[in-house]
């Protein structure tokens, strides 16, 4: 029988019964960076000595996808936005990935210019004629540490194996870093934009504190919050800060502007806050479908049936 005694965390963001009635056996997620390690299943493009772009497999350590791209631009000159992907990745992770950078540079000074970023290593780098986007990846090979497990896991780990396998597999929801690990607000922004109520968007996303944060950042969006003095909060937001700046910086300079300060933000960050709405609606369906008893691993009259476009790795 599925349980409903869910972290509050977890709840908020759509994720509201637990399959099985088994309990946990503790543990720690990504106590280190070491621990989540996401392998991007990346499609084969083709090399081209004298194409237009440069692709990169880079493995990165504790980077957030698009900060990092906009370090990796500013190194070369270029926007983030030029820079073209397949997917985000975790935050606290070792992760893999492929890009692709339009830019007539030589293979070498772009490995360089990458390399020369804390953290981030170029394992493969060649010219080529394709451009990638969002989607275009095969999947992602998760190798995952949980660390300070009760010490009867293995008992429990098997208990809960077995009524998974009664059931078929298990619920597929989205978690946690798809709506934000540390601030897992992205899909009330989203909701918010889609409402078109851009000035509670952008104060959802500047403005709004959430416990795991630091001290610094929690006192800038308190004080945001309770004066909307965005000047002062701009001069208080640490420069770490990307994109809280580059918002902050925008309504500065145009007052009232929501709309122009989320288009300061790279589209492909924009979009995210529209699928981390649609996220949590599937979440709570998900949700709903587990409680009410339904199958979750064959369709029943009424479901909406999706072919791939293409097969899924078997890797």
């Keep these: 029988m599925a349980r409903e005694d869910v972290p509050e965390i977890e709840r908020a963001v759509g994720m509201e019964v637990y399959l099985t009635g088994s309990p946990g056996f503790g543990g720690r997620l990504k106590k ?17 000595d004298d194409g237009p772009y440069v692709a990169l497999r880079i493995r990165a350590k504790n980077w957030e996808t698009f900060s990092l791209f906009d370090r ?31 830019t007539r540079k030589s293979v070498d000074t772009v490995k360089k210019a990458v390399e020369s970023i804390k953290n981030v290593e170029v394992l493969e780098a060649f010219r080529t004629n394709v451009l990638i986007k969002l989607g275009d990846l095969n999947g992602n090979r998760f190798t995952i540490r949980i660390s300070d497990v009760s010490e009867n896991y293995e008992e429990i780990f098997y208990s809960v194996k077995t009524q998974l396998d009664q059931e078929g597999g298990f619920p597929n929801f989205y978690g946690i870093q798809r709506f934000g690990s540390v601030r897992p607000i992205s899909h009330i922004v989203g909701k918010l934009l889609i409402k078109e109520e851009f000035e509670e968007a952008f104060l959802t996303l500047i403005a709004k504190p959430y416990g795991g944060e630091s001290p610094e950042i929690l006192e800038v969006r308190n004080y945001l919050l309770k004066t909307r ?47 981390a709405y649609q996220s949590y609606i599937f979440n709570r369906i998900l949700s709903e479908r587990i409680r009410r008893g339904l199958p979750i691993m064959e369709p029943i009259e009424g479901d909406i049936i999706i072919p791939l476009v293409r097969p899924l790795s078997t890797e």
Excluded at 236 to 261: C, T
């Design 32 to 48: 280190t960076p070491e621990d989540f390690i996401v392998e991007e299943l990346s499609l084969d493009i083709a090399r081209v």
């Design 72 to 102: 990796i631009a500013r190194k070369l000159g270029l926007r983030a936005s030029q820079i073209h992907f397949a997917g985000t990745k975790d935050k606290r992770a070792v992760t893999t990935q492929l890009i692709v950078i339009p």
């Design 229 to 275: 003095d965005y000047e002062g909060a701009y001069r208080m937001m640490p420069e770490r800060m990307i994109f809280d700046k580059r918002m902050l910086e925008h309504v500065v300079r145009h007052p009232g502007d929501f709309v122009g300060a989320f288009r300061s933000l790279p589209k492909p960050l924009r979009i995210m806050y529209i699928y």
